[in-house]
C-alpha cells in the first residue's frame, strides 16, 4: 500500500484582500449630489466621508480607489466640489457602502458668506449624519494640518471617540523626498492624537491597496464570509481530504 502523496501547498490560502478591496471600490457608481443636508437621502449603509482643504485631492482620491477617471470632479482651480456627492459601492447590485465626495474648505476666493454657509453644513453633516462609519482627512502634507483641518478635528472628536473611524491621508506624496515625507508623516501622527496617517499618492499609486482595504474593513467590520456569499467567495482552497475525495 502506497502512503498518500504530501503536497507543500497549504490548506487554506489566504483570500487577495488587495484584488476583494480594490473589486469592491471598482462598483462606484454615481449616486446623488447634495447641496444641502435636506437633500441627502436616508440611508442605512456605511457611508465614508472624504474631507479636506480645498484641492487636498479628495476628488482625485475617489478617483483613485475607485479606478475611474471621471466619477467625481477633480480640477486644478480649488473649490470645484461644490455639493456632497454620493457613490454607491456594492457587488452584485447590492449597495453596501457609499461614499461622500466633500466641497473642500480654506479656498480664499470663496465669498465670507458662502464659507460660513458650507462650514455650518459641513459641522452638520458630521456631527449627525446616522449612517456616517468613516472619515478620511485628506491634507497636502506641503501645508500639514492647518487651523482649518485642526477644528474638523474638534467637531468629529466626540464622534470618533464613540467609535466613528478616522484616517488622515497626506496627498500628493509625490512632491516629497523619502526624509520630508518621513518628517511630516510623524509631525501629522502626533497632531491626529496617534490616529492612523497614511502617505498616499494618486499619481504614483502609493496606499491605494492599503487604503482600500483598510475602507473595506469599515465597511465590512464582520469579515469576509458574512460580506460574500459563498459563492462569490474567492476560491478558498479545499483541504487536502476533501480534494482527494470528490465524495466529500
Ligand atoms: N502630484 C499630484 N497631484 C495630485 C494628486 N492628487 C490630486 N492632485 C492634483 O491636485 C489638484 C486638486 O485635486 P482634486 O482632487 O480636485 O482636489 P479636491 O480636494 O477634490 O478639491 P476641491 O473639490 O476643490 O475641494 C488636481 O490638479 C489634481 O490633479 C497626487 O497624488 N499627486
Ligand atoms: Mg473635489
Not at 9 to 17: E, T, W
Not at 193 to 218: I, N, Q
Request: glycine fraction near 6%.
Amino acid at each position: 500500500m502506497t502512503a498518500p502523496a504530501i503536497t507543500s501547498s497549504p490548506a487554506v490560502l489566504p483570500p487577495d484582500m488587495d484584488k476583494i478591496a480594490m473589486g469592491w471600490l471598482h462598483t462606484a457608481k454615481f449616486l446623488t449630489t447634495a447641496p444641502e443636508l435636506h437633500h441627502l437621502p436616508a440611508l442605512d449603509v456605511p457611508e465614508i466621508a472624504f474631507v479636506g482643504r480645498s484641492n487636498a485631492g479628495k476628488s482625485t482620491c475617489i478617483n483613485t480607489l475607485t479606478q475611474q477617471h471621471r466619477l467625481a470632479f477633480a480640477s486644478k482651480t480649488p473649490g470645484r466640489t461644490q455639493s456632497i456627492n454620493l457613490f454607491s459601492l456594492g457587488k452584485q447590485g447590492i449597495t453596501d457602502a457609499v461614499l461622500a465626495d466633500l466641497p473642500g474648505y480654506g479656498y480664499a476666493a470663496v465669498p465670507k458668506a458662502a464659507k460660513y454657509r458650507w462650514q455650518q453644513v459641513m459641522a452638520n453633516y458630521l456631527q449627525t449624519r446616522r449612517n456616517l462609519t468613516g472619515i478620511v482627512l485628506l491634507c497636502d502634507p506641503r501645508l500639514g494640518l492647518t487651523e482649518l483641518d485642526e477644528i474638523l478635528l474638534d467637531v468629529v472628536r466626540p464622534r470618533v471617540v464613540e467609535g466613528l473611524k478616522f484616517l488622515v491621508l497626506l496627498t500628493k506624496s509625490d512632491k516629497l523626498n523619502k526624509t520630508e515625507a518621513a518628517k511630516v508623516l510623524s509631525i501629522v501622527r502626533l497632531q491626529a492624537g496617534g490616529g492612523d496617517v497614511k502617505l498616499f499618492s494618486a499619481l504614483k499609486r502609493k496606499g491605494v491597496d492599503e487604503v482600500a482595504k483598510h475602507l473595506w474593513h469599515w465597511a465590512h467590520p464582520e469579515g469576509l464570509e458574512a460580506a460574500m456569499p459563498p459563492t462569490a467567495q474567492p476560491a478558498l482552497a479545499t483541504s487536502q481530504s476533501e480534494a482527494a475525495d470528490p465524495q466529500a
